[in-house]
């Protein structure tokens, strides 16, 4: 089987960082509490330079933060897009970037798997979040091509998590009162030592 998939196909090669990083430049990642966080973004109607431009950026910053996925919120940009570069439960690795996307609704019965999730704009906070063991997203690709993502573990947590951001919700939105209070206390630990490591990856990942 193959070991990575870029954009949903195979790939007998493929770099450390997606390419589209290289062209890109890192961007401030919001936090829990910023506006454009938690209201539904906007349907990307308009394919081209800009775009693929903002995917560029996303890929640069979601390595130097050191996450799996990204969405345009995350960035400050209210609109309905993604990127990922994110390893399935198989070690299979899977790298692209998802625009307007729409996740299918899971069947009625499919077993939730209740692991470990943390999100770039709550840095440092990880807690247990059930989500389906299998996704498959909609949507399309930075020249309007219609795209079908599947992914099953970890990478399905990934794409579901991401088109949430899309939404307007966060994971902590998923968590009971007082989860929520605890994944705010992590992040008020860790939040300084979080964002000393992306400086210093800034510094490494940026060089020509």
């Given at each position: 089987?193959?070991?990575?998939?870029?954009?949903?196909?195979?790939?007998?090669?493929?770099?450390?960082?997606?390419?589209?990083?290289?062209?890109?430049?890192?961007?401030?990642?919001?936090?829990?509490?910023?506006?454009?966080?938690?209201?539904?973004?906007?349907?990307?109607?308009?394919?081209?330079?800009?775009?693929?431009?903002?995917?560029?950026?996303?890929?640069?910053?979601?390595?130097?933060?050191?996450?799996?996925?990204?969405a345009a919120n995350q960035v400050g940009v209210g609109?309905?897009?993604?990127?990922?570069?994110?390893?399935?439960?198989?070690?299979?690795?899977?790298?692209?970037?998802?625009?307007?996307?729409?996740?299918?609704?899971?069947?009625?019965?499919?077993?939730?798997?209740?692991?470990?999730?943390?999100?770039?704009?709550?840095?440092?906070?990880?807690?247990?979040?059930?989500?389906?063991?299998?996704?498959?997203?909609?949507?399309?690709?930075?020249?309007?091509?219609?795209?079908?993502?599947e992914g099953t573990g970890y990478f399905?947590?990934?794409?579901?998590?991401?088109?949430?951001?899309?939404?307007?919700?966060?994971?902590?939105?998923?968590?009971?009162?007082?989860?929520?209070?605890?994944?705010?206390?992590?992040?008020?630990?860790?939040?300084?030592?979080?964002?000393?490591?992306?400086?210093?990856?800034?510094?490494?990942?940026?060089?020509?």
């Amino acid at each position: 089987m193959p070991r990575v998939f870029v954009q949903g196909s195979p790939a007998d090669h493929y770099p450390r960082y997606a390419p589209e990083s290289a062209r890109g430049a890192v961007r401030r990642v919001t936090e829990v509490g910023e506006e454009v966080l938690h209201k539904p973004c906007r349907d990307v109607t308009e394919f081209g330079p800009d775009l693929a431009a903002l995917i560029d950026d996303m890929f640069l910053t979601m390595y130097v933060a050191e996450g799996a996925g990204l969405a345009a919120n995350q960035v400050g940009v209210g609109l309905r897009l993604f990127v990922y570069d994110c390893p399935d439960d198989e070690g299979v690795r899977h790298v692209g970037h998802v625009v307007n996307p729409v996740l299918e609704s899971a069947p009625a019965g499919r077993r939730l798997i209740d692991e470990g999730e943390g999100c770039l704009s709550v840095p440092g906070a990880v807690m247990a979040v059930p989500r389906p063991e299998r996704a498959v997203v909609r949507g399309q690709d930075k020249d309007g091509n219609p795209l079908v993502i599947e992914g099953t573990g970890y990478f399905a947590r990934c794409l579901a998590h991401e088109t949430d951001h899309t939404h307007g919700h966060i994971y902590l939105d998923r968590l009971s009162t007082r989860e929520k209070k605890d994944a705010l206390r992590q992040m008020a630990d860790r939040r300084d030592e979080v964002f000393a490591r992306r400086a210093a990856r800034t510094g490494e990942l940026s060089r020509p």
